[in-house]
């Protein structure tokens, strides 16, 4: 099918989109990658009365470090994030979590911007933003503001955006030094959604204590779960085989999944113990091998707000 008449803008700036957004009162949709939107337009699910394509706002692609955090613009590449180096040596969950999006087509479109504000429950980024503790920066006619993943996602396919605002920035703290990490998910093709997956990163003290654990899932629910209760297991027991049995058994009771014709509830319940048990002990391992994520990084550039370090440039 072909999707239904739309006017289309170009816009070259965030202002002069969050413009657009107001001018149509809510029934224009930006575009990002297009690699959720365009098949929406063409099956007709979708039917605005206009698109504001961002991929001329050559400022929103862009990945940066300051001391504490990295800052990803919303138009940046899925691609570029898992070839990033910044990403790789501060962020090497979201490095590992981007080679499970889909196929390389669709990381080479697709955008992180995107991705969130899509909120799709079985996606990745969703999930590493919920485990991280990562924050996203919206613009729109009143302004600015942060929200938490907590606050960003609503529901299935929903979020808090207001239809006159954008995402520009998506914001997480750097791992520290030395944690361990590990995606898991498990889907019945190479590059599909995930039926269920596992974002995990644990900080090891000497003597198989555990100074950190984080854990959330993506497809267990609406929503990503972050699996508080089970991270707090391993924060007090430790990293142990019956810790992690423990906060794995704990995290399939922290869920709530549906069933669809992919999975039943209790699959996927199950699946969630799986995998985070799975996910703990790869995270665990990697924890020996990480290299070190230092402050700022050897002299690689600017700090925040001086430029991008990395990035890509204005599109067509
Ligand atoms: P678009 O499709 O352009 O936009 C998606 C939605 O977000 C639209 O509603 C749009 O208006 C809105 N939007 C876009 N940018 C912004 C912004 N800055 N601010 C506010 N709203 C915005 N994803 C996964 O995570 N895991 C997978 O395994 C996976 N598999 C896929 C397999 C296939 C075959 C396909 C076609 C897609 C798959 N995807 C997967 C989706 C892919 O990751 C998309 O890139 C992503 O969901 C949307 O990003 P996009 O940049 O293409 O956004």
Do not use: W
């Not at 504490?68 to 919303?74: D, E, I, L, N, T």
């Not at 699996?227 to 992690?244: K, N, V």
């Not at 709530?256 to 999975?263: K, T, V, Y």
Request: with cysteine.
């Amino acid at each position: 099918m072909k999707p239904p008449r739309f006017a289309y803008h170009a816009p070259g700036s965030v202002d002069e989109a969050v413009t657009l957004l107001g001018r149509y009162g809510g029934e224009a949709k930006l575009l990002a990658g297009g690699q959720s939107l365009v098949p929406l337009l063409n099956f007709r699910l979708s039917r605005p009365a206009a698109l504001v394509d961002l991929n001329r706002i050559a400022a929103l692609a862009y990945v940066r470090e300051d001391g504490a955090h990295v800052h990803v613009g919303a138009m940046t590449r899925q691609r570029t994030i898992e070839f990033s180096p910044i990403v790789r040596r501060r962020l090497p969950l979201l490095a590992e979590a981007t080679t499970l999006v889909g196929h390389l087509p669709i990381r080479t479109r697709g955008t992180i911007g995107g991705s969130l504000a899509h909120a799709d429950p079985s996606a990745e980024y969703p999930a590493v933003l919920t485990a991280l503790d990562g924050q996203v920066v919206v613009r729109g006619p009143r302004g600015e503001r942060t929200l938490t993943a907590g606050q960003l996602f609503q529901g299935y396919l929903t979020t808090a955006l207001a239809a006159d605002e954008l995402l520009v920035e998506v914001r997480l703290p750097a791992m520290p030094d030395g944690a361990g990490f590990a995606f898991e998910e498990l889907s019945r093709r190479h590059g599909d959604f995930a039926i269920i997956g596992i974002a995990a990163m644990v900080v090891r003290t000497d003597g198989g204590g555990c100074a950190a654990a984080r854990l959330a899932t993506a497809g267990a629910g609406p929503v990503p779960v972050r699996l508080r209760a089970a991270e707090e297991i391993l924060e007090r027991d430790g990293l142990s085989d019956a810790a992690i049995e423990a906060a794995a058994s704990r995290a399939a009771e922290l869920v709530d999944p549906p069933s669809d014709l992919h999975a039943s509830a209790a699959y996927r319940r199950n699946l969630t113990r799986v995998l985070t048990g799975r996910a703990l002990r790869r995270a665990i391992s990697t924890s020996n091998t990480l290299s070190p994520a230092s402050g700022r990084g050897q002299g690689e550039g600017p700090l925040e707000g001086e430029g991008p370090l990395e990035g890509e440039g204005p599109l067509g």
